[in-house]
């Protein structure tokens, strides 16, 4: 029998049959503590609810990458880097156009660097989905804001924070399903599919508040 653990509060730990685990090392190496400070974002360790710890950490990530882009875009059009038509009539449709693309690439290199680190401690920890891994809700929580309009506000933050943490909690089909994919790729997949339905959610809401201003922005 195996332990399966999750990150999720309110997903109990269970026993599954058989294990398809590898046995650790004797020893830890450098790479397992790489793994460990990847896959647990610093707060992996936090006590009753790491799920939502690692949310609140992709919502920093988030707001961080976000200023960034700010900053270095507006840098580049101070120095001529880019031109007037920069700030021309849609520059919001550019810059959350823009910015989806940052999103885009670093929710790509997190899914793969957090299915490496997922793995590595999986089989050093003996545990399936260790509830230590958080680095699957930070991807997750940033595909919830992939389709944000760049000067949403912070309203439309906690709805996608809540709805994030409903739907990785709840696991819709096909997330439950995807948590049964071998090691780190089925503790990063059902989390992504989780905020690819908070990301339905959020926009949908973000829709209807064009239409009728029911959500400030």
Not at 11 to 28: C, D, E, F, Q
Not at 29 to 48: E, F, H, N, Q, R
Not at 104 to 124: C, K, M, N, P, Y
Request: with cysteine; hydrophobic share 55%.
């Amino acid at each position: 029998m195996a332990i399966k653990e999750s990150s999720d509060e309110l997903n109990p730990t269970v026993m599954i049959a058989g294990s398809a685990l590898p046995k650790p090392h004797a020893a830890r190496s450098a790479k397992d503590y790489l793994a460990l400070i990847i896959a647990t974002c610093g707060v992996g360790y936090l006590p009753l609810a790491p799920g939502t710890w690692g949310s609140l950490v992709g919502i920093g990530l988030y707001a961080f990458l976000k200023e960034a882009f700010h900053q270095i875009y507006f840098w580049a059009f101070l120095n001529h880097w880019l031109t007037k038509d920069a700030f021309a009539e849609g520059t919001e449709f550019r810059l959350t156009f823009l910015f989806m693309t940052v999103l885009l690439l670093v929710i790509g290199a997190l899914t793969l660097l957090g299915t490496w680190a997922a793995s590595r401690t999986e089989r050093f920890s003996r545990r399936k989905d260790p509830a230590i891994v958080v680095i699957d809700e930070v991807a997750g929580q940033l595909v919830t804001f992939l389709f944000l309009p760049y000067y949403s506000g912070v309203l439309p933050l906690l709805i996608g924070f809540v709805a994030f943490r409903f739907f990785d909690i709840v696991k819709p089909y096909p997330a439950r399903k995807l948590e049964s994919l071998p090691a780190g790729l089925g503790i990063m997949a059902d989390d992504l599919v989780a905020g690819a339905y908070a990301a339905l959610v959020l926009s949908l809401l973000i829709a209807f508040s064009f239409l009728g201003g029911i959500l400030p922005r």
